[in-house]
T-cell receptor
Framework: DTGVSQDPRHKITKRGQNVTFRCDPI?????LYWYRQTLGQGPEFLTY????????KSRLLSDRFSAERPKGSFSTLEIQRTEQGDSAMYLC?????????????FGNGTRLTVT | GDSVTQMEGPVTLSEEAFLTINCTYT??????LFWYVQYPGEGLQLLLK?????DKGSNKGFEATYRKETTSFHLEKGSVQVSDSAVYFC???????????FGSGTKLNVKP
């Protein structure tokens, strides 16, 4: 169990640019989640996958955001035409959906700053 | 909809003091409840969990009891240490476990 890995740790970009983040979940986990966290707030749900299928997207996820999980392994989150309001910590988490009480395992996050 | 409300911080305590961080929830059915901890510069780590009413989760001296009658899951520790300084998040996962809802977090500062 090497844990959930996110890359990069930090990203600074100019408004209007596109950015892509990567998440590698724990290998045997079939669910993968993306959350966004702003200063002083708890994580807000963005989307989640079971295997390669994207099962739910939050209303927070505008059409500038897209997430993929090809082959049910790693996932990418892309933000197009970034805005200053996109500045936040983007958290990835994974879990093994096998019944009650399976917790989320989080990565250390990617901090995005849009200037 | 499902949600979690936890006490606002920061909470400042002296070492060896007793800690309580309140958490209440709103959910349909029987959710699972969790406490996560986030140390500076790190991701969220699972601290403890409870999956049914009257269950007590415990870890590293922290405890929380799933109280369905009061829809609460308060976090307690009998004697805090400086190393417990962190942000604590209460969370719930509905019965179908498709996603998790988090509170806004409570920052704990423990002074020597």
């Amino acid at each position: 169990d090497t844990g959930v890995s996110q890359d990069p740790r930090h990203k600074i970009t100019k408004r209007g640019q596109n950015v892509t983040f990567r998440c590698d979940p724990i290998s045997e986990h079939n669910r993968l989640y993306w959350y966004r966290q702003t200063l002083g707030q708890g994580p807000e749900f963005l989307t989640y996958f079971q295997n390669e299928a994207q099962l739910e997207k939050s209303r927070l996820l505008s059409d500038r955001f897209s997430a993929e999980r090809p082959k049910g392994s790693f996932s990418t989150l892309e933000i197009q035409r970034t805005e200053q309001g996109d500045s936040a910590m983007y958290l990835c988490a994974s879990s093994l959906a096998r019944g009650g009480g399976s917790p989320l395992h989080f990565g250390n996050g990617t901090r995005l700053t849009v200037t | 909809g499902d949600s979690v409300t936890q006490m606002e911080g920061p909470v400042t305590l002296s070492e060896e003091a007793f800690l309580t961080i309140n958490c209440t929830y709103t959910a349909t059915g029987y959710p699972s409840l969790f406490w996560y901890v986030q140390y500076p510069g790190e991701g969220l780590q699972l601290l403890l969990k409870a999956t049914k009413a009257d269950d007590k989760g415990s870890n590293k001296g922290f405890e929380a009891t799933y109280r369905k009658e009061t829809t609460s899951f308060h976090l307690e520790k009998g004697s805090v240490q400086v190393s417990d300084s962190a942000v604590y998040f209460c969370a719930l996962s509905p019965y179908n476990f498709n996603k998790f809802y988090f509170g806004s977090g409570t920052k704990l500062n423990v002074k020597p």
